[in-house]
């Protein structure tokens, strides 16, 4: 297997546990799934978006296939499997799944504005969105990014070709230019990357470059887990509670979503060059995720989708990371920090008081009630331990205003604690 290889096939022994996690659904993208009859369906579309690009920009079809030659032998080396096209069929594969790519996203960044066309599939049926989603990240159906790279820089407006799509250093989703690549594709995927809907997406460019879609996804999740995980791997880790114990400790999860985990798990199984970030943080989930009351939990939080009944997600999660070779877990430190943070009673307390006195307006003024009445039948006692007061009221010990005591009293403390809500009421 060459060095500079990123792109698998998924290991039997992870594809056993979900296979259509692996497996697209309607669009080959690279040559690994080019052949399979039921995507075939798909190559229609794929031909009429290299047409629209070619036209839209007036670059020739013949100056596409020329730049890819040029990296025709780099691109192949990405791809791990042995590839059964000869140099001009992988070419023709990788202009018209590249080209295909491009116009999409540039599409999806513009729909707002230019609206669908009638005889797009893509903008026209909903369905193919989610096969997109899907298909786009998976570890088999990628493209090298420098296929991409070299298409996009072919086909920008002629102003922008210049430069590099890395070099980007943010990226703000709401900017209508057409100057980055991976703008483009944050663009798309922006709903499973975290705070994609509020703010810019951060590209750090002291990261190593992004050789495909799926790592560049990944190398994004992961940009925080770095300073969380400290870099500190171990081979063992210390056991967290699951999220029916940690909640009393108002402890909450990210979602997932079982691709994209999937597949990433399995690039870094298969890489030489990953950390195993994502398959630790399988571990953490298959910790915190033990019963369905645990997915409850998480469910009513919002945190995990309802796609999933409660035994099916217990599964899905204790599974995650089922037959995955983990040498170095990255979570040491954390995982300690959790059951420290655990064991520490106020925390604990605090939550559970909020849970169960605080959680809506009704509880709060219950609440405030009970704690009033209690303040009362602890005077009444107060008074007859201390026997007659001075005066025949309460009014005497400061505690309520003379001229709001319409109470009966008779020489000596009040007696009934009747007559005292009776006043409050």
Not at 104 to 115: A, E, Q, V
Not at 148 to 166: A, E, I, K, V
Not at 194 to 217: A, F, Y
Not at 299 to 321: C, H, M, Q, R
Request: hydrophobic share 35%; charged share 25%.
């Amino acid at each position: 297997m060459c060095p500079d290889s990123c792109i698998f096939p998924t290991p039997n022994i992870l594809l056993r546990h979900s296979r259509k996690a692996y497996t697209p659904t309607a669009f080959s993208i690279g040559p690994l799934h080019h052949r399979k009859a039921y995507l075939k369906r798909t190559e229609k579309i794929k031909h009429k978006y290299l047409q629209n690009l070619v036209s839209r920009t007036g670059v020739a079809l013949k100056d596409l296939i020329g730049t890819v030659a040029k990296i025709e032998a780099d691109a192949r080396k990405h791809y791990a499997e042995y590839i059964d096209f000869r140099p001009e069929e992988l070419v023709k594969i990788l202009v018209l799944d590249g080209c295909f790519l491009i116009e999409f996203f540039r599409k999806y960044r513009m729909k707002d504005n230019l609206g669908p066309e009638d005889d797009d599939p893509v903008f026209t049926m909903s369905c193919m969105f989610q096969h997109l989603s899907h298909d786009l990240i998976l570890l088999e159906n990628q493209i090298p990014w420098i296929v991409l790279d070299h298409l996009f820089n072919l086909t920008r407006d002629p102003q922008n070709r210049q430069g590099t799509s890395n070099a980007c250093s943010s990226i703000n989703r709401t900017s209508s230019d057409d100057t980055s690549l991976v703008g483009l594709v944050l663009e798309f995927f922006h709903h499973i990357l975290p705070g994609g809907d509020s703010k810019k997406l951060q590209v750090k460019t002291g990261q190593p470059k992004s050789r495909h879609i799926l790592e560049l996804l990944r190398d994004l999740l992961i940009s925080d887990s770095i300073t969380t995980g400290q870099g500190n791997c171990e081979n063992s880790w210390p056991p967290i509670p699951s999220a029916t114990e940690l909640e009393t400790a108002g402890i909450t999860i990210q979602e997932v979503t079982e691709a994209l985990f999937r597949n990433i798990i399995s690039f870094e199984q298969c890489s030489q060059k990953c950390l195993p970030v994502f398959t630790s943080y399988a571990i953490l989930l298959d910790n915190l995720i033990n019963t369905p009351e645990d997915v409850d939990r998480l469910s009513k939080k919002g945190i995990v989708d309802n796609w999933l009944n409660p035994e099916d997600a217990t599964k899905f999660f204790n599974k995650l990371y089922h037959d995955a070779y983990v040498k170095e877990f990255y979570y040491p430190k954390l995982c300690s920090d959790v059951k420290r943070y655990y064991r520490k009673s106020w925390p604990s307390w605090r939550a559970s008081l909020v849970r169960n006195y605080f959680s809506t307006p009704w509880v709060v003024a219950s609440t405030f009630a009970a704690i009033f009445l209690l303040v009362l039948t602890f005077l009444q006692t107060l008074y007859s331990v201390k026997g007659d007061p001075p005066k025949d009221c309460l009014w005497h010990y400061g505690v309520i205003p003379v001229r709001h005591c319409n109470m009966i009293c008779e020489v000596g403390p009040c007696r009934d604690l009747y007559l005292v809500a009776e006043w409050a009421r």
